[in-house]
């Protein structure tokens, strides 16, 4: 993707209901229009950035483009997990983030807990390349500042 650093945000909607239950990582879903609105270039795959719930705190994030070969997705949708333990879902809050960097291409697993191990390593390779001081400082950009009153859904 030749956009990165590339910013968006969207209000959190109700996805497939598997990020929780059946891969014990939940994720945060961007509505169709957001997704719909990526640069024609992104290529489908595994991500890694900041994100930001409201105007709660910045944390480290993957997030999945794509279709989800897995589970055979006719839809491209846009799963953000957000490297932080939330008390409650936050349907409806707005999610602002900030994707600085491309771990993979999204593939088919044979298992269940393939796939759960690529996601996992996906996290791991995830936090340890936004503690390099050029995608750190991502962290602290005024993108995750913007007043309230000036956030719109998808941008």
Same mark, same amino acid.
């Given at each position: ?9 969207? +209000? ?9 239950? +059946? ?9 169709? +229009? %957001? ?10 795959? &595994? ?10 705190? %910045? ?12 589970? @055979? ?20 809050? &707005?999610?602002? %983030?900030?994707? %600085? ?14 796939? &759960? ?19 750190? @400082? ?12 000036? &956030?719109?859904?998808?941008?």
């Amino acid at each position: 993707m030749r956009h990165l650093p590339y910013f968006c945000r969207g +209000q959190v909607v109700r996805g497939f209901g598997r990020g929780s239950k +059946q891969l014990g990582i939940p994720t945060a879903n961007f509505p169709e +229009q %957001v997704v719909d609105n990526l640069p024609a270039d992104v290529s489908t795959g &595994i991500y890694y950035g900041w994100a930001r719930v409201g105007s709660g705190d %910045v944390h480290k994030m993957v997030v999945s483009i794509g279709w989800n070969p897995y589970y @055979k997705n006719t839809k491209k949708s846009m799963e953000t997990h957000i490297m932080h333990t939330f008390k409650e879902d936050f349907y409806g809050e &707005i999610l602002s %983030v900030v994707i %600085v960097g491309y771990l993979r291409p999204e593939k088919n697993f044979d298992s269940l807990e393939s796939l &759960i191990s690529a996601i996992r390593g996906d996290i791991e390779e995830a936090k340890k390349r936004l503690d390099l001081p050029e995608h750190l @400082k991502l962290k602290e950009d005024n993108f995750f500042r913007v007043p309230k009153s000036k &956030i719109l859904n998808g941008y």
